[in-house]
């Protein structure tokens, strides 16, 4: 019996993953559906329409000015949306399907969008 802890748990494991991969893959499927370019295509300096779930949603001052900084997941990867001098904005919030529109720039690693134009998705919307 000293297996099959490791072995059940190996399985919820697999299923776990394949059930994260699952969901990365229809998001990316709904995005691209949306005419959203994918964050891992994204090239630096290029006008685009990215898609995806807001997964943080954080106020982090930029240079004394504040910042509100939204972290979007489209299932292929992440980048920030960053609204400088706001606080807040309705609708803005984690786990919201947003689509956005701006210059795309890389803050090391990171693709980043600078007070990017955007569209709030229904809620529960695909």
Not at 60 to 80: F, I, M, Q, W
Request: charged residues 25%; aromatic residues 4%.
């Amino acid at each position: 019996m000293g297996e099959h802890p490791g072995v059940l748990r190996r399985a919820v494991s697999r299923l776990a993953t394949s059930a994260k991969v699952h969901e990365a893959e229809e998001l990316q499927k709904g995005c691209v559906q949306l005419g959203a370019t994918l964050v891992s295509d994204l090239q630096t300096h290029e006008r685009v329409t990215v898609a995806g779930t807001l997964r943080t949603v954080t106020l982090r001052p930029r240079a004394g000015v504040p910042a509100l900084v939204a972290e979007l997941y489209d299932g292929s990867g992440s980048l920030s949306l960053v609204w400088l001098g706001r606080r807040r904005i309705p609708g803005i919030d984690p786990g919201r399907q947003v689509v956005a529109f701006g210059r795309v720039t890389y803050d090391g690693e990171l693709p980043v969008i600078f007070n990017p134009r955007y569209e709030l998705r229904p809620v529960g919307a695909e």
